[in-house]
């Protein structure tokens, strides 16, 4: 069964930093698209960073380069994203999702098919 847990989440200052977690089961991390959404009260859901290592692919959203990261760990199964200098338009909640059914897929027009339930991030000014 494919689960994606998010960790992490939490309530910080302006130019604080955050650390996500996202634990996978049921699949391998490293050989599949992962990403992270988030989304704002009466914004859509945007895509913030994918990894697939598989293809040699990675994405981020000109509102997050320089200031996120997102990396993964096969032996522990986990993708993270580093926050820094986090800005209170970050404040959302954050989702891990994964393509699962496509191995080669990479983070062009990613479209997953897994989510998990969301940890929220609360930047305050």
């Known amino acids: 069964e494919v689960q994606l847990v998010e960790s992490g989440g939490g309530l910080v200052q302006a130019g604080g930093s955050l650390r996500l977690s996202c634990a996978a089961s049921?699949?391998?991390?490293?050989?599949?698209?992962i990403g992270w959404f988030r989304q704002s009260p009466g914004k859509e859901v945007e895509v913030v960073s994918c990894?697939?290592?598989?293809?040699?692919?990675?994405y981020s959203a000109d509102s997050v380069k320089g200031r996120f990261t997102i990396s993964s760990d096969n032996a522990k199964n986990t993708v993270y994203l580093q926050m820094n200098n986090l800005k209170p338009e970050d404040t959302a909640l954050y989702y891990c999702?994964?393509?699962?059914?496509?191995?080669?897929?990479?983070?062009?027009?990613?479209?997953?098919?897994?989510w998990g339930q969301g940890t929220q991030v609360t930047v305050s000014s």
């Open positions: 999702t994964a393509i699962v059914a496509a191995p080669d897929a990479g983070c062009g027009d990613y479209d997953p098919d897994f």
């Open positions: 049921g699949f391998a991390v490293d050989d599949h698209a």
């Open positions: 990894i697939s290592k598989s293809v040699g692919s990675t």
